[in-house]
């Protein structure tokens, strides 16, 4: 992508002037561990059942803004009230519109980095305050104290867990002190969720803190990251905030059957989790033995790693280069000095990823 000409940002709001436009540096391998989607794809009988939803859609009518049926089985799926969801064009939208409901100046977002790009990206087009709570980084640990401080004024803050690109869990009981004392929102980004353990997620406390906001999406456990559906739960007061800055139509009648239809079938997809879960087991074992050849790998609630290794950046190339393995390179990221992070892929997928890294390391 080509940065952006000078004549052209002058013309520009000065908060989209500064930005660049997304890169995730994607190019045709045979094995993407980059963009954390589910390796699998969807088992044969709830694809077909999609393919049929799309094909029985609706699609000469602007569809149905609010996602009506499919927020009612969202809904349903987590015991919570319809008007307490709302369903975005991926969990990005939804993000977004958080931002312009609730940021702009004068209004604070805390955040805990390294965490999800995204949130400054959004943030800063929406000039809100950016506030960040770094972790610490040697462990990715969060300031738990520093964080229940910055967040007690700000408008919104965000936690994310499992956190991407760390892949650690944050613990419910500092979500649930957040939403005591902070006096604005608690997002918490559960994107990863379905790849934890049983527990982490607090779907559950939204019936006791009205200030608490979960989102969810379709694009990695439910293996549908080329639809773009996720769903943020709520308040019915703040959802319906988020309602009112929304594109009405942003998400189309096809993605709206599609996500309903793989729903609806969740329970074939339970048992390609679990075999993601597993698959990541056996690659941090692995990745924990090459230990001495230089790797550092932290512990994994999502459907991802992040290692450390030797020549980062070059390891990333020549993985891509020598072996047809593409992963994201987030060593020159702000506290990811030499990082990677890898997405668990298929046990063949692994194998290859573990064959090219020892190769490279060794320096064959
Ligand atoms: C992937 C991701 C999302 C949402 O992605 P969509 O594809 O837009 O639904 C949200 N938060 C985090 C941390 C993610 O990694």
Known sequence: MSALPADVQRLMRPSAA????????????????????????????????????????????????????????????????????????????????????????????????PDFSVYDLYGELAECEMRPVWRDLETFALDEEGLLEAARDASVTIITSPNNPTSDLAPRALIERLCQESAGLVLADEAYMEFAPEGSSCVDLLAAYPNLLVLRTFSKAYALAGARVGYVMGSPGVISALAAVRQPYSVSSLDQAAALAVLSHREELEAVVAQIVRNREVLREALLAMEPLGVRVWPAAGNFLLIRVPQAADVRRRLRDEHEVLVRDFSSAPGLDGCLRVTVGTEEENRRFIEGLTAILRGE
């Open 18 to 113: 500064a930005l660049e436009p997304y890169d995730p540096a994607f190019t045709p391998v045979a094995v993407n561990l980059s963009a954390n989607e589910n390796a699998y794809g969807l088992p044969e009988s709830a694809h077909a059942a999609m393919v049929e939803a799309v094909a029985q859609a609706v699609a000469n009518r602007y569809p149905v803004p609010l996602a009506n049926d499919l927020r009612a089985a969202l809904a349903d799926l987590h015991g919570v009230a319809p008007e307490q969801v709302i369903v975005g064009n991926g969990g990005d939208e939804l993000l977004f519109n958080l931002f312009l409901a609730f940021g702009g100046a004068g209004h604070t977002v805390v955040h805990c980095p």
